[in-house]
């Protein structure tokens, strides 16, 4: 589910296939809604007319501009890196704020990495709350859930080191060029990465923070890292 | 205005002055809200004690854990640098949601800039949702707002930089040694730095991003900045 203006224009420019529109007269209200609705109706896209009301109770936020959009989510699958090329992943191991999830796969396709993947305890990165807060960026990147065993066979299949986040770990601007093919874990917003995730790690990598201030924020973190650690 | 446990608890921590605790039986509920109570009782805290239906009509949040602290803004001006050291300031140039917001006073008081400062436009940096979203940064980091004109004599005055993050600017990982003293400006959410602030600014900087993501996030954005331009 994609609500709002923005989001649904980034679904429209994306390959995703849309299975239908709710449109309430709001979206009608600017030249813009008005627009990307005649967009998707030309396109043949099922447009579903309500008032506002019912438009209401099927909208996650409070603003919905009037327009959401259904969308079949995207099968995806752990990246098979290009021969001899870099790769980056971004595993996210508990991470429990929608926002913050959907921060981070903002910043991961920002940044270049090839997907965004989600270890159990971490939210359903497709939940509507997430996809709003990445701003689109899961139409054009890879987002998936799969289990720690998948990943520790992926790692070892393509040759990827697992680099993770963690306060106690080396100063990230001294650690030196990073390997060509690299997966970062970042954790839970209190209690960081699982000791399970952690005592496979190949490195663990921190950000120096001032001594009064507990934490960065989860997503501020990764993308310091993935900018400070880019192929 | 500081609610929930962890941001009343960083308060209790921090120099400023609490004026007074309002508190509901869920904060007795828990061993750490039962232990912050009696300790800020100890200090000498007024403590009003009500139901949870008056405590949900003055907290802003949802879930706040039935504590809410009201302390003084302690007066802050912009820094003077150390004569001979170096200086790094946010500057927030219309940053409008409060979330944003707090996550840049968080994250420029964790990478050691001396002050967050808000220009015209920008949401009021003590507000709750702000100073919850900055997780208690508030209490141990210069956070403030001024005019333009004010910043203006600041820069001169005290010799500093003013470099703008701005998409069009130098790619961050090959300017080379930033400055000194260096104030790093963000602009709004939806539309960067105001023209005014843009032109003054000695240098511009941006963080190369990959096609089909439209930006990063700004505090995001400011995080990977203020790293990169570290002294």
Redesign the interface.
């Known amino acids: 589910v994609a609500e709002g203006l923005r989001t649904v224009e ?1 679904l429209a420019r994306s390959p995703l296939a849309i299975v239908g529109l709710l449109a309430s007269p709001a979206a009608d209200a600017t030249p813009r809604g008005a627009a990307l609705l005649a967009a998707l109706a030309a396109r043949g896209v099922p447009v579903a007319r309500v008032d506002e009301r019912d438009f209401a109770t099927a909208a996650d936020t409070e603003s919905p501009q009037g327009i959401l959009a259904i969308a079949e989510i995207p099968e995806r699958a752990l990246p098979v890196p290009a021969p001899g090329g870099p790769l980056r992943v971004l595993l996210l191991d508990g991470v429990q704020d929608p ?1 913050n999830a959907g ?1 981070l796969v ?2 991961a ?4 990495a090839a997907a965004t993947v989600a270890l159990p305890g971490t939210v359903d990165l497709w939940n509507a709350k997430v996809v709003r807060s990445a ?3 899961h139409f ?2 890879a987002a998936l859930a799969t289990d720690w065993p998948a990943v520790l066979d992926w790692l070892a299949m393509h040759d990827v080191a697992l680099w993770g986040a963690d306060h106690r770990g080396r100063d990230v ?1 001294v650690v030196g060029a990073p390997p060509a093919r690299l997966a970062l874990a970042v954790g839970n917003e209190g209690g960081g990465l699982a000791d399970a995730v952690r005592t496979r790690c190949d490195a663990t990598v921190a ?1 120096p ?2 001594g ?6 989860v ?3 990764a ?2 890292l993935l ?2 650690l ?1 192929p």
């Open positions: 980034e926002g921060t903002r910043t396709a920002a940044l270049g701003m689109g960026a054009h990147h601007s950000i923070i001032a009064a201030v507990e934490s960065l924020n997503a501020v973190a993308g310091i900018h400070a880019r």
